[in-house]
């Protein structure tokens, strides 16, 4: 089952288009990463899709349903949740003050509680009272993905996860979404680190320049063929 279809988007920054007809799509339970250099359009989708960013007509559907033109908060109680890149944490607030942020909108009743969120990262339970920011890196990013979580979202994007991290750090988050997509969590991926998100993907979908360039089953692209659509025809940046 297709949870979340998009046929034929365009993105525009006042007069500037970033993405132009973009069809994107991402199965009930899928892994689906987006993968491109900088400028590519990866963030401007995710964005999109949260409605950060203006769309029209019916090119976003969600569960069958047209969610272009919808506030943020409203994208966020159908079921959508995003960690934004750089964790934009509020620096005023701590640990469990910005998880609940993203609690906001209580239309959806079975939102987690922070019992839950804390069993899914329980290194923040001890850290719960501290300012977000005195946190390391990696448990600041398990604050945002926390406060995306509490919402109980259908669909989970996450934006540039493992920038400036440690591999080892890495690996951690990327195994706890491993249990977060065990739980029935869709994943959508906007990851630079090309072997990472063809390791964890089932699908990927590569964009150059705010266009796809490549989609296909992650086990089935070949490294030639990721190269070309990341970087162009010749394989050169």
């Not at 906007?190 to 089953?217: I, P």
């Amino acid at each position: 089952m297709k949870l979340l279809t998009v046929s034929g988007l365009n993105t525009y920054y006042g007069d500037f288009q970033a993405l132009y007809g973009i069809d994107f799509e991402a199965g009930d339970g899928e892994a689906v990463a987006v993968i491109g250099a900088n400028g590519a359009g990866k963030s401007t989708l995710l964005n999109t899709i949260a409605g950060n960013l203006a769309s029209s007509g019916n090119c976003i559907r969600f569960t069958g349903e047209a969610i272009c033109g919808l506030r943020p908060w409203q994208i966020v109680a159908r079921g959508i949740a995003l960690v934004p890149e750089g964790r934009r944490l509020f620096p005023s607030l701590t640990v469990e003050e910005n998880i609940l942020m993203g609690a906001c909108s209580r239309a959806r009743r079975d939102a987690h509680s922070l019992d839950e969120i804390y069993a899914i990262f329980p290194q923040l339970r001890s850290k719960a009272r501290q300012g977000a920011l005195s946190l390391s890196g990696g448990e600041q990013q398990m604050v945002a993905i926390g406060r995306a979580l509490i919402s109980k979202p259908q669909l989970l994007m996450c934006d540039e996860l493992s920038l400036g991290l440690a591999p080892k750090i890495v690996s951690e988050i990327y195994e706890t979404l491993g249990v977060i997509r065990r739980q029935g969590v869709t994943l959508i991926l906007v990851e630079q680190n090309v072997r990472q998100a063809m390791a964890f993907a089932d699908r990927v979908y590569c964009l150059q320049e705010g266009r796809v360039s490549l989609e296909g089953a992650s086990s089935q692209l070949q490294p030639d063929e990721v190269s070309r659509a990341y970087f162009g025809l010749d394989g050169r940046a």
